[in-house]
């Protein structure tokens, strides 16, 4: 009996030991910011408005708010708590259960991939930010060196008309996004082969913002195809490696600094997103794209891609299972209370998520308006928003660099933020399984 109570002080001793040397938190919101940020990330802008959009408008907040309490709610409580009393990162936190450490392993194998096409967003904002340093946005217009032959820079209704162009007996419809008659100027049949001088235009039935062939022709040099690999494009490639820098940079000192960089790339953002939603609200047509927003349809909650797609958000919104939470919190005191962070984390990521689809659907109304298109042929989800859309809605804004450059910076902090956490969770997760790196570090 005395061995063992021996033994039990001897273990008591170690994990105080460790517990010792694991650092904590300095500040009072240090925790809560770096959980915030790494949260509130790209797909606050991106994701979450189209989804809404595509989803019903207004409705969709019904199934979302659901699973933010049935599912959100518990998983960021269960992910905080075994974080917070193992005081173990991902791969390491797990050991109270043997036979679950396979869940450590996979949230680390999963963010390894998360890593990797995060940081080359955060390169793509990059260059975009440092190409917006300029008087003139370079994809304010047409350039005959990059622009495809539907590019259009023109929405001017005296200039540019939008038809379907599905008269086949009177029209001619070709591959460039033009709607032609079907008798050249000449007085022939036209064709789509013809000199477009001597073609009779009626309008564009697939027009192309300068934006979408600047970022397909010049950004990604994009390829004929999947046989073609292409070349490297040294200006991504140079922006990839500065964004690994700065990730590094922001945690190699540990949560001492990167704790106290997180009221900066946690908040600013917020500020940027507030100034980007007053200019875009008084802009024409941002009222269209507001109600479009959150205009309820009532019939899509009978469908189930709906439900599966703000299951997949909360998921995706709040990085559940990707192990950034369990490493934040493992470095929380024992006696933090992760319930009433956990409700407030999930909270303030909804609210944020719902507030930049105000921001952005303001700017996507007043897109339509400008080029008389309907928003549901304006809007795209993804990288399409972010670096398509959004970039030209703001050539016709002076000044166009300013909204650019700002909208730049917010989707870089916003990036960062994730990226802290996500490399710190690699780091956590080797210096909790090699427990001696952590005395020479």
């Known amino acids: 009996m005395s061995s063992e109570n021996n033994h039990s002080k001897i273990d008591k001793n ?22 915030l940020g790494y949260a509130v990330g790209l797909g606050n802008v991106w994701r979450f408005p189209y989804l809404c959009y595509r989803n019903g408008g207004g409705v969709f907040f019904i199934p979302y708010f659901i699973f933010m309490l049935l599912v959100g709610i518990p998983l960021v409580f269960l992910e905080l708590g075994v974080g917070q009393f193992t ?50 946005l370079p994809w304010q217009e047409c350039n005959p060196s990059w622009s495809s032959s539907n590019c259009v820079d023109d929405y001017d209704p005296q200039n540019f008309r939008l ?67 292409g070349t490297i494009v040294w200006q991504l490639l140079v922006a990839l490696i500065v964004a690994w820098i700065i990730s590094w940079a922001l945690v190699v000192k540990g949560i001492g600094i990167s704790g106290k960089v997180v009221y900066f790339t946690a908040l600013f953002p917020y500020v940027v997103l507030l100034i980007l939603g007053i200019r ?12 479009f927003y959150i205009k309820p349809d009532f019939s899509k909650l009978s469908d189930i891609k709906v439900w599966t797609d703000a299951a997949s958000q909360i998921f995706f919104s709040l990085s559940i299972a990707y192990g950034g939470l369990t490493s934040l919190a493992s470095y929380n005191k024992f006696q933090t209370n992760i319930m009433r962070d956990a409700i407030t984390l999930t909270l303030s990521n909804c609210l944020s998520s719902i507030f930049a689809g105000f921001v952005i659907f303001s700017y996507m109304g007043y897109l339509s308006y400008v080029t008389g298109q309907p928003i549901d042929q304006v809007v795209q989800p993804g990288q399409g928003l972010a670096f398509i ?30 990226m802290m956490t996500s490399v710190e969770i690699t780091i956590t997760s080797v210096l909790d399984f090699f427990p001696k790196l952590r005395k020479k570090i």
């Open 389 to 418: 859309v959004y970039p030209y809605a703001v050539t016709t804004i002076p000044p166009a660099p300013l909204w650019a450059i700002l909208f730049f910076i917010m989707m870089i902090l916003l990036g960062i933020d994730s």
């Open 280 to 291: 875009g609200w008084i802009l024409p047509g941002a009222a269209k794209g507001i109600e």
């Open 163 to 229: 038809v379907t162009c599905e008269d086949y007996n009177n029209t001619l419809k070709c591959d460039n996004g033009g709607c032609f008659n079907i008798t050249a100027l000449t007085g022939s049949i036209a064709n789509c082969s013809t000199n477009q001088s001597n073609l009779d235009l009626i309008g564009w039935w697939n027009p192309s913002f300068p934006s979408q062939d600047y970022w397909n022709n010049v950004i990604l040099m994009k390829s004929s195809g999947i046989d073609d690999s």
């Open 14 to 35: 170690e994990t105080d030991s460790l517990d010792e040397k694991r650092e904590t938190w300095s500040g009072k919101f240090d925790f809560f910011l770096s959980a």
């Open 87 to 136: 005081s173990n990162g991902p791969l390491t936190s797990w050991k109270m259960v043997p036979i679950f450490r396979g869940i450590g392993l996979s949230m680390n194998i999963v963010n390894f991939y998360l890593v990797l096409y995060y940081n080359m967003i955060i390169a793509y904002s990059l260059y975009y930010l440092v190409v917006s340093l300029t008087s003139k």
